[in-house]
Each structure stands twice: as structure tokens, then as C-alpha cells.
């Protein structure tokens, strides 16, 4: 299989002889069967080393120099690969308007700038795009060319789908559009990174630090009490995770597992104990997706072509064909780092924006916004935010939007479940727990509607 493949490959023009060397040793690794299993009686709880709560970090330096001198060691990374057609728009997620008209890609630039203003300091933005999203991203950073900070782009790998039949590129089978190819997973940050000369750019630049998020999370913010922990205790890889709600019970968790730390993912968890998984009695925490990387870390590891992260395999269908795409994501590479730990972070860390029940929360009264952080209201009294559940109507941005008049407030909400064709009027207060639902009953040609 894998010699036929490679013939195949070879002869594909739209890709690089890096990716299509990439693309060959991880579906080598997938047909060699590498993967290790889990031993559940292995597994240990992470002690607050491992895991260090997020109180205990020491405070950054005062004094502005030294301030500075910390920021002037990182880059911010974002994640802005995907698309945002779950929720009904075209082009890259990161361009879709959060609140008062910002989209997600304005507020990360808004906060980069206050921050690069407050300190004196050059903290760079990096955009990995993919395939999909590189365009469009191009054209929308031009709008940024006179702000004070830095925007570098560059494009995760491109591979081919597998068809499943007969193991061979869909582009050989004449599939020489998009649906052809897929973007491998954020696991592919690390080589893409390499392989774009942005890394040894950014090292050259005295630059030591990534700090890695998805662009749809509005918490993901610089912490500088963070970046100072990691570089005062060289700390090569750091994973923000967070206490687990009901809401998280699928999400990764970090354990300790012969001696390092290691990601733990519902698919690599046996049948018997995925209940037990799912537990937040005993697995408290979840992987956030908010990564911090030793750059020099990261270049020694893919020169070595050590970073062989778990593969999620994904078959998809195209065109009715079945396909193969095989992934891995960045939060796996972490037991590859020497000195790899957590931090135990606040939740507010943790505000991914991935449907329009969660674009209610944000364009609320439960948030404000200041120098494009989006900052939680203190009149909640509550810690955790209101539970929404909007039916289909509501699923696409548009529709969203022309459903309300202006949004709720919501700050004493703590459920909302709304089915149906339903519409909110102006100056609307929901408290406690709200159901709306609409039916519809078709009798003799007459509708008739409850609410």
C-alpha cells in the first residue's frame, strides 16, 4: 500500500516535496499499527507540580524593563484554519463580527497592539492558515498594515484524501478541486512552522516562546504571570487546562503515565472505563487548547522527526467516494518536551465562540469590552455562565442576527432553551430558567401556535 501511495504522491505538482514527505511518514506510521495502548491501571493523577494551580504562579516583575524584556521573548500564534460554514458564513471563522462590529481577528490585533503600547515591548502575531483560509486571510490583515505590531502568515500542510478502496490519492482519481485535500490537524503546527522559515526567523529575532490558541477563543489572552513561570523554571511546554463542568466530559485530559505527562483522549480510552472517563470526580480537568512552546524546544524535535503525536484517523465521504484523512493535534506533542507541565487556569481563560449560542453569551450584557478583551460582568454573581440551547432557526449567523432586536440581557439567566420560529423583541430580560417553544399543529388547514 504505502509503495503504491508514494508513486502516487510523487506525482502530485500541487504540494511540496516537505509535505509530501510528511504526508508519507504519517500514513506510515498509521499502516505500521505504532500506536500505543493506554494501560488503565498505569494512569495517575497529576500532582500540583504536574499540574501547577494557577494561584500559585508567582507574580510577573514590576518594574516596566523587565516587563518588557519578558514580552520581547514571545510570539502569539493562532489557529485560523477553519472555516466558518457551521455557522452559516463564508470564509475564515476569525473574520465573522463578535461584538460591537469587531470580529475575532480585530480584537486579537486590538489586544497585541495594547499590549505591544502599554509595555514598549514587540510581541508578533503569527496566522497559520490553511488551504481553505490563506486568501481571504491575506487580503483581510492588508486593513492592519498601519497598526504597531507584526502580522506573519503562513499555511499549514496540504495533503491528499485517501480513498479508502485502494489506498490511493483522491487527486490522482482526477478530484483536482479543494475536496481533494485536507489540512492534517493543529498537531501539524510544529513542522509547518519549521518548514515555513518562520521558526528560525523568530529565533534569530531572539524570540523563545509561542503561545499557541484557537483564533475563536476570546479568553486566550496573554497572561504574563505564565510566560514568567515557564521562563524562570524552563518549562518547555505548557497546556492551559481548566476545571471540567458537564458541558467538557469528552474534552482531553492531562495524566501522568510512566513518569511524564501525557494527553489523555476520550478515543484512546477503553470501552469499560469511558464512563469512568467522563467522570469529573476523577478527571477533573480538560486541555483548554491554549498551548505554550519553547521555540528552541520545537526545533530540536522536528529536526529529529521526533514529535509522533496519537493519529486520529477520520474517514469522510466525497462525492459518495470514502475517504481517509488522518490528523494529529498539538495538545499530544507534550510528552515529547522535557520539563512539560499544566497550569490549572480560571475559566475565563476558556470562552471558544463555536455556535451562535455562544455569540449570545459574548454579545450580551454578561460581557463588556475593553482595548478588545472581552471582560465578564461582575453583576454575575454566579461563576459559571447561563446554559443556552437555540434549535435550528438560530443556527446560521444570519438568522441569529434577524431573531433579535437587540440581545437579552442575561446576566441573572441561568438557562435557555428556545425551539421553534421564534423572535425576541428590544429590552428583553431572561432570569433563572427560560423555556421558549413554539409549536405547530397543521388541523383542517388551520395552524395554531402555543407559546
Same mark, same amino acid.
Given at each position: 500500500?504505502?509503495?503504491?501511495?508514494?508513486?502516487?504522491?510523487?506525482?502530485?505538482?500541487?504540494?511540496?516535496?516537505?509535505?509530501?514527505?510528511?504526508?508519507?511518514?504519517? @500514513?506510515?506510521?498509521?499502516?505500521?499499527?505504532?500506536?500505543?495502548?493506554?494501560?488503565?491501571?498505569?494512569?495517575? +493523577? !497529576?500532582?500540583?507540580?504536574?499540574?501547577?494551580?494557577?494561584?500559585?504562579?508567582? &507574580? &510577573?516583575?514590576?518594574?516596566?524593563?523587565?516587563?518588557?524584556?519578558?514580552?520581547?521573548?514571545?510570539?502569539?500564534?493562532?489557529?485560523?484554519?477553519?472555516?466558518?460554514?457551521?455557522?452559516?458564513?463564508?470564509?475564515?471563522?476569525?473574520?465573522?463580527?463578535? /461584538?460591537?462590529?469587531?470580529?475575532?481577528?480585530?480584537?486579537?490585533?486590538?489586544?497585541?497592539?495594547?499590549?505591544?503600547?502599554?509595555?514598549?515591548?514587540?510581541?508578533?502575531?503569527?496566522?497559520?492558515?490553511?488551504?481553505?483560509?490563506?486568501?481571504?486571510? #491575506?487580503?483581510?490583515?492588508?486593513?492592519?498594515?498601519?497598526?504597531?505590531?507584526?502580522?506573519? +502568515?503562513?499555511?499549514?500542510?496540504?495533503?491528499?484524501?485517501?480513498?479508502?478502496?485502494?489506498?490511493?490519492?483522491?487527486?490522482?482519481?482526477?478530484?483536482?478541486?479543494?475536496?481533494?485535500?485536507?489540512? !492534517?490537524?493543529?498537531?501539524?503546527?510544529? &513542522?509547518?512552522?519549521?518548514?515555513?522559515?518562520? %521558526?528560525?526567523?523568530?529565533?534569530?529575532?531572539?524570540?523563545?516562546? @509561542?503561545?499557541?490558541?484557537?483564533?475563536?477563543?476570546?479568553?486566550?489572552?496573554?497572561?504574563?504571570?505564565?510566560?514568567?513561570?515557564?521562563?524562570?523554571?524552563?518549562?518547555?511546554?505548557?497546556?492551559?487546562? +481548566?476545571?471540567? +463542568?458537564?458541558?467538557?466530559?469528552?474534552?482531553?485530559?492531562?495524566?501522568?503515565?510512566?513518569? /511524564?505527562?501525557?494527553?489523555?483522549?476520550?478515543?484512546?480510552?477503553?470501552?469499560?472505563?469511558?464512563?469512568?472517563?467522563?467522570?469529573?470526580?476523577?478527571?477533573?480537568?480538560?486541555?483548554?487548547?491554549?498551548?505554550?512552546?519553547? %521555540?528552541?524546544? =520545537?526545533?530540536?524535535?522536528?529536526?529529529?522527526?521526533?514529535?509522533?503525536?496519537? =493519529?486520529?484517523?477520520? !474517514?469522510?465521504?466525497?462525492?459518495?467516494?470514502?475517504?481517509? #484523512?488522518?490528523?494529529?493535534?498539538?495538545?499530544?506533542? =507534550?510528552?515529547?518536551?522535557?520539563?512539560?507541565?499544566?497550569?490549572? @487556569?480560571?475559566?475565563?481563560?476558556?470562552?471558544?465562540?463555536?455556535?451562535?449560542?455562544?455569540?449570545?453569551?459574548?454579545?450580551?450584557?454578561?460581557?463588556?469590552?475593553?482595548?478588545?478583551?472581552?471582560?465578564?460582568?461582575?453583576?454575575?454573581?454566579?461563576?459559571?455562565?447561563?446554559?443556552?440551547?437555540?434549535?435550528?432557526?438560530?443556527?446560521?449567523?444570519?438568522?441569529?442576527?434577524? /431573531?433579535?432586536?437587540? =440581545? !437579552?440581557?442575561?446576566?441573572?439567566?441561568?438557562?435557555?432553551?428556545?425551539?421553534?420560529?421564534?423572535?425576541?423583541?428590544?429590552?428583553?430580560?431572561?432570569?433563572?430558567?427560560?423555556?421558549?417553544?413554539?409549536?405547530?399543529?397543521? /388541523?383542517?388547514?388551520?395552524?395554531?401556535?402555543?407559546?
Amino acid at each position: 500500500k504505502i509503495d503504491n501511495l508514494r508513486d502516487a504522491v510523487a506525482k502530485l505538482g500541487e504540494i511540496s516535496e516537505n509535505e509530501k514527505a510528511g504526508f508519507i511518514s504519517l @500514513v506510515s506510521r498509521y499502516l505500521s499499527g505504532e500506536a500505543e495502548q493506554i494501560e488503565w491501571s498505569k494512569i495517575q +493523577t !497529576p500532582t500540583d507540580e504536574v499540574v501547577v494551580p494557577y494561584d500559585t504562579l508567582a &507574580p &510577573p516583575p514590576e518594574d516596566l524593563d523587565a516587563m518588557k524584556a519578558l514580552l520581547d521573548k514571545l510570539v502569539v500564534l493562532k489557529l485560523n484554519g477553519g472555516l466558518g460554514t457551521t455557522m452559516g458564513c463564508t470564509g475564515p471563522k476569525s473574520v465573522i463580527e463578535v /461584538r460591537n462590529g469587531f470580529t475575532f481577528l480585530d480584537l486579537i490585533v486590538i489586544q497585541i497592539e495594547s499590549l505591544n503600547k502599554k509595555y514598549g515591548c514587540s510581541v508578533p502575531l503569527l496566522l497559520m492558515n490553511s488551504f481553505n483560509t490563506h486568501d481571504d486571510t #491575506q487580503k483581510i490583515v492588508e486593513k492592519y498594515s498601519n497598526s504597531n505590531i507584526e502580522i506573519h +502568515t503562513f499555511n499549514q500542510s496540504q495533503y491528499p484524501r485517501i480513498v479508502t478502496e485502494d489506498f490511493l490519492p483522491l487527486p490522482s482519481k482526477g478530484q483536482t478541486g479543494k475536496d481533494g485535500w485536507y489540512p !492534517p490537524g493543529h498537531g501539524d503546527v510544529f &513542522p509547518s512552522l519549521n518548514n515555513s522559515g518562520k %521558526l528560525d526567523t523568530l529565533l534569530s529575532q531572539g524570540k523563545e516562546y @509561542v503561545f499557541v490558541a484557537n483564533s475563536d477563543n476570546l479568553g486566550a489572552i496573554v497572561d504574563i504571570k505564565i510566560l514568567n513561570h515557564l521562563i524562570t523554571n524552563q518549562n518547555e511546554y505548557c497546556m492551559e487546562v +481548566t476545571p471540567k +463542568t458537564l458541558a467538557d466530559v469528552k474534552g482531553g485530559t492531562l495524566i501522568s503515565y510512566e513518569g /511524564r505527562v501525557q494527553l489523555l483522549e476520550i478515543a484512546q480510552v477503553p470501552d469499560e472505563h469511558v464512563n469512568e472517563f467522563k467522570s469529573i470526580e476523577k478527571f477533573k480537568i480538560f486541555n483548554t487548547n491554549n498551548l505554550w512552546v519553547n %521555540l528552541k524546544a =520545537i526545533k530540536r524535535l522536528v529536526d529529529a522527526e521526533a514529535l509522533k503525536m496519537e =493519529i486520529i484517523p477520520n !474517514p469522510k465521504e466525497v462525492d459518495g467516494v470514502k475517504v481517509l #484523512q488522518l490528523e494529529t493535534a498539538a495538545g499530544a506533542a =507534550i510528552r515529547f518536551f522535557e520539563k512539560a507541565i499544566g497550569i490549572n @487556569v480560571p475559566r475565563s481563560r476558556f470562552l471558544p465562540v463555536k455556535a451562535t449560542s455562544d455569540l449570545l453569551l459574548v454579545q450580551s450584557d454578561l460581557y463588556t469590552l475593553v482595548d478588545g478583551y472581552v471582560i465578564r460582568n461582575p453583576a454575575r454573581v454566579k461563576p459559571s455562565n447561563p446554559s443556552i440551547e437555540l434549535g435550528p432557526e438560530f443556527k446560521k449567523v444570519a438568522n441569529f442576527l434577524a /431573531r433579535f432586536k437587540s =440581545i !437579552p440581557s442575561i446576566v441573572e439567566l441561568d438557562s435557555l432553551k428556545v425551539s421553534g420560529d421564534v423572535s425576541f423583541g428590544s429590552g428583553v430580560v431572561l432570569k433563572v430558567n427560560f423555556i421558549v417553544i413554539i409549536l405547530l399543529l397543521l /388541523r383542517l388547514g388551520t395552524v395554531y401556535k402555543w407559546t
